[in-house]
């Protein structure tokens, strides 16, 4: 998967310094993170940030998010292999490809057909032969393919979507950024045999989850 020694050097630099080095202690998502090639998910004009520590545009007002927030979303959703995970906001697919190398069989959902077309040949290009992307609204999730064991949302929504928690298995986690622009924060909802827990967890800064 990898174009080079600098890539591969500014990866594991980026693994140790922003990841390691903060509370990202799960050591499948830190192999993970390891092993994608972000620079892949980004204009070739971008490549050179693509490790830093902050997103990256990828067209159309959307980010790739950065390093950190996508190995905290991957971690609270612990993720085993052969989970069933659903990827709202797939954007540049990056977030899904981490969740395909946890071992997870994904589903993923944009609302921007261009980003899904672009998406999929790259992660065709990357071998990931377990992700499967649609373009659609991701407040209502994909019903035909639940229930999921993750949910993992990049946008923010102001209240959770009560389809995706509809979508979610008994033990499932649902890790979405809640709440208005300036008032975001990440929150875990794990669904039990009798409702649901709920969690906060940072404050955040997502682009919305629109709808058509």
Do not use: K, N
């Not at 993970?32 to 070739?44: G, S, W």
């Not at 019903?143 to 999921?148: D, M, T």
Request: charged fraction near 25%.
């Amino acid at each position: 998967m990898d174009d080079g020694d600098e890539y591969a050097r500014a990866r594991a630099a980026m693994v140790r310094e922003q990841l390691r080095a903060r509370d990202i202690a799960d050591p499948r998502v830190l192999d993970a993170m390891a092993r994608v090639p972000r620079h892949r998910f980004v204009a070739p004009h971008l490549r050179v940030e693509a490790y830093d520590d902050h997103p990256l545009s990828i067209g159309h007002g959307v980010t790739i998010s950065q390093p950190y927030i996508v190995a905290l979303m991957s971690q609270l959703a612990a993720v085993t292999p052969g989970d069933r995970v659903l990827d709202v906001g797939t954007g540049s697919g990056y977030q899904a490809a981490v969740l395909a190398e946890l071992g997870a069989t994904v589903w993923g959902i944009e609302i921007l057909d261009d980003l899904v077309v672009t998406a999929r040949l790259r992660l065709a290009e990357l071998g990931y032969h377990d992700i499967t992307l649609r373009t659609g609204d991701g407040h209502a999730g994909w019903p035909e393919q639940a229930p999921f064991d993750a949910i993992v949302v990049a946008a923010a929504a102001p209240e959770i979507p009560e389809a995706l928690l509809a979508q979610l298995a008994v033990g499932g986690r649902l890790v979405i950024p809640v709440g208005p622009r300036d008032e975001q924060s990440l929150e875990v909802v794990v669904r039990t045999a009798h409702g649901c827990t709920r969690r906060r967890i940072a404050p955040v800064m997502f682009v919305p989850l629109v709808d058509r």
